[in-house]
């Protein structure tokens, strides 16, 4: 966990690791080899960026989000061809009231919907984690982006425990159309 903390103190001490599953918090030492990008005064959307050209060059993702960034959505919806999506009741409003990008025919996706309150990615070749601020609010600035196996490890089975609590998306009021009807339209 030094090691971590090591590679970016400021990062891991002004962000919430406590809203991560109790078992996760003491596996972080997984994630040793990421690192942090961040939203510079001359790049003010950097971290954004990383996250979409991340997402455009995939094929393959779980997500866990508790934001909607239509653009983000888009480029991982447009050639994802495996995905699960692990998304807050608050997401799934915003879909129902917008329609989104989860439009199209997309093969083997997924929804969920959780309490969720920081975001995951476990991609093709890339785990991308974002921590909320420790006052609780979503932090569009920072990434936390890790290339080595053992990162996209430790990603995948917080994504598959998150996967299994969640509820199905039918289950909710008002809910956006069944996986099936997607795949479909």
């Known amino acids: 966990m030094e090691e971590l903390i090591k590679t970016d103190q400021t990062y891991w001490q002004s962000h919430d690791v406590t809203v991560l599953p109790h078992s996760f918090q003491f596996d972080l030492s997984e994630l040793v080899s990421g690192s942090i990008i ?30 909607y960034d239509q653009r983000q959505w888009s480029a991982l919806l447009d050639r994802c061809e495996s995905c699960r999506l692990v998304i807050a009741e608050a997401v799934l409003s915003a879909l129902r009231n917008d329609g989104g990008p989860i439009s199209g025919s997309i093969e083997d996706l997924g929804i969920r919907v959780a309490d969720v309150t920081f975001e995951l990615a476990v991609t093709d070749d890339c785990l991308l984690l974002s921590l909320p601020l420790l006052d609780g609010s979503y932090d569009v600035q920072t990434v936390f982006i890790a290339e080595t196996e053992r990162a996209r490890t430790w990603g995948t089975n917080l994504f598959e ?8 998306v039918d289950d909710f009021p008002g809910s956006l159309r069944t996986n099936s009807e997607l795949r479909s339209s």
Not at 161 to 168: F, I, K, S, T
């Open 161 to 168: 425990q998150v996967w299994a609590d969640a509820g199905r």
């Open 38 to 67: 961040r939203a510079t005064d001359t790049q003010p959307s950097r971290a954004v960026h990383e996250v979409e050209n991340r997402f455009e060059a995939t094929t393959s993702a779980d997500v866990v989000a508790p934001t």
